[in-house]
T-cell receptor, first 110, second 116 residues
């Protein structure tokens, strides 16, 4: 069966520090992969999606970037975090017309 | 263009009473529609989906939703609320014609509160 892992689960970082969130999928090949963000009191915002290795589409301009170095690995990064980057980040993959989500990463920027 | 509107940001019901979470969509195409649930600090879990088969869709945990094309609605219901149903619920629409990110659009969510 397919599983999706996301880490770290929680992260507290100072403003200006770098960020790396990692997501891996098991049990499927060539999945479409997604990074979403939930800010407090807001819905889900699609940040990036990828249909294959090295193929990244950005949905909104921001302080973040994404990479897909391997088929089932999706990384969310920032060189310098802003206060507004705080939120709950969710990785997901799609299959059979559905989205399957990871458990999320809670980022607090102080 | 497509959009999805969840009509209530918060819904509060007593345990054992019915639940109704409302969702309206707009789409130029025949949509696929989904309801996801999110418990605090967790990822989203699929409750049920409509993909142009039966208009009344049954999901997990006793939830169901009815697709009404004439009303462009896909409301989520449950006959009897349980304390464990307290969570955030998202209505999602997807175009068959696809598009970026599989053409998915999320509603802003409805926070369901269960009173003991």
């Amino acid at each position: 069966s397919q599983t999706i892992h996301q880490w770290p689960a929680t992260l507290v970082q100072p403003v200006g520090s770098p960020l790396s969130l990692e997501c891996t999928v098991e049990g499927t090949s060539n999945p479409n992969l997604y990074w979403y963000r939930q800010a407090a009191g807001r819905g889900l915002q699609l940040l990036f999606y990828s249909v294959g290795i090295g193929q990244i589409s950005s949905e909104v301009p921001q302080n973040l970037s994404a990479s897909r170095p391997q088929d089932r690995q999706f990384i969310l990064s920032s060189k310098k975090l802003l206060l507004s980057d705080s939120g709950f980040y969710l990785c997901a993959w799609s299959g059979a017309g559905e989205l399957f989500f990871g458990e999320g990463s809670r980022l607090t920027v102080l | 263009a497509q959009s999805v509107t969840q009509l209530d940001s918060h819904v509060s019901v007593s345990e054992g009473t019915p639940v109704l979470l409302r969702c309206n969509y707009s789409s130029s195409y025949s949509p696929s529609l989904f309801w996801y649930v999110q418990h605090p600090n967790k990822g989203l879990q699929l409750l049920l989906k409509y993909t142009s088969a039966a208009t009344l869709v049954k999901g997990i945990n006793g939830f169901e939703a009815e697709f009404k094309k004439s009303e462009t609605s896909f409301h989520l219901t449950k006959p009897s609320a349980h304390m464990s149903d307290a969570a955030e619920y998202f209505c999602v629409v997807r175009l068959y014609s696809g598009g970026g990110a599989d053409g998915l659009t999320f509603g802003k969510g409805t926070h369901l509160i269960i009173q003991p």
